[in-house]
């Protein structure tokens, strides 16, 4: 059998659910059917949806976005302060495993909040968090990083001036999806060696389907990509095992 793939970014776009737009920009649908068809050939067989920007705080795209793809996928949402823990807990129930703060575009609580956020949501259901951050904030914002239990950071941090910062944090046990190809301004190849080496569990692929907003968009040329990069164990993890860890999967062979 080829080997299975986990997504750990996509996004499911529903038309059943309000969308709010995010600096007048409101993305096409992008249904779970759109999303099945597009990764099953490429062995994609589990992963995470994350809440965009224009989800704002809406769970019931994600809850039904779910229920449709079943236990190997996970939610990544976006909350407000306010929310009780029952409301925490039910969303936790239903899949969800991680909290997102879009620090680039908005749409999610604000980085005031991530340190208090981040501890709450890990106490009470084991919830990391995910950053999507451009990676030249990373220098302010490292010694709150660094104090939070469990955190990733999307799309390789995205610039080049960052990648310094972004590696510091590997090596301190932070988590970077290897997504979002077409968004970055440097060499992929040599960031996924550099971050790889610096922590061989940090890397965890994603296809960032549908690709909103990308400069270039995910193509499937970007999995052997990593495959020609990376060695054979690494690829596994990048691929595989890394991310269905961190989202606290059950470890399981493909069959």
């Given amino acids: 059998m080829p080997q299975p793939i986990f997504d750990a970014h996509c996004h499911i776009i529903d038309p059943r659910f309000a969308l709010v737009p995010n600096n007048g920009y409101l993305p096409e649908a992008f249904t779970t059917e759109d999303y099945l068809a597009a990764v099953t050939p490429l062995g994609i067989c589990g992963g995470a949806v994350v809440s965009g920007s224009f989800q704002a705080f809406d769970q019931g795209y994600l ?120 968004r970055v301004d440097f060499d992929v190849v040599k960031a996924l060696r550099d971050i790889d080496a610096a922590n061989p569990h940090a890397l965890m692929f994603g296809s960032d389907l549908p690709s909103t907003r990308a400069p270039r968009p995910f193509d499937p040329a970007d999995i052997q990509l990593i495959r020609h990069t990376l060695g054979s164990a690494s690829v596994e993890r990048v691929l595989w095992g890394n991310a269905r860890a961190f989202y606290r999967l059950q470890p399981q062979a493909h069959s």
């Avoid at 909290?99 to 009470?124: H, I, T």
């Avoid at 999507?132 to 610039?159: K, N, Q």
């Avoid at 310094?164 to 046990?173: D, F, N, R, S, T």
């Fill in 63 to 182: 809850l039904a976005a779910l229920k449709q793809l079943g236990p190997g996928y996970v939610g990544v949402t976006q909350v407000p302060v306010g929310i009780s823990d029952a409301e925490l807990l039910a969303l936790d129930a239903a899949g969800v495993r991680a909290l997102r703060f879009n620090l680039k575009r908005g749409g999610s609580a604000q980085a005031d909040q991530l340190e208090a956020m981040a501890l709450r949501v890990f106490e009470l259901a084991g919830w990391h968090v995910e950053l999507y951050v451009d990676s030249r904030e990373l220098g302010e914002l490292t010694p709150l990083l660094r104090r939070l239990p469990a955190v990733s950071i999307d799309h390789l941090g995205l610039r080049r001036d960052g990648l310094p910062a972004l590696l510091q944090l590997a090596e301190a046990g932070v988590r970077i999806k290897a997504c979002g190809f077409g």
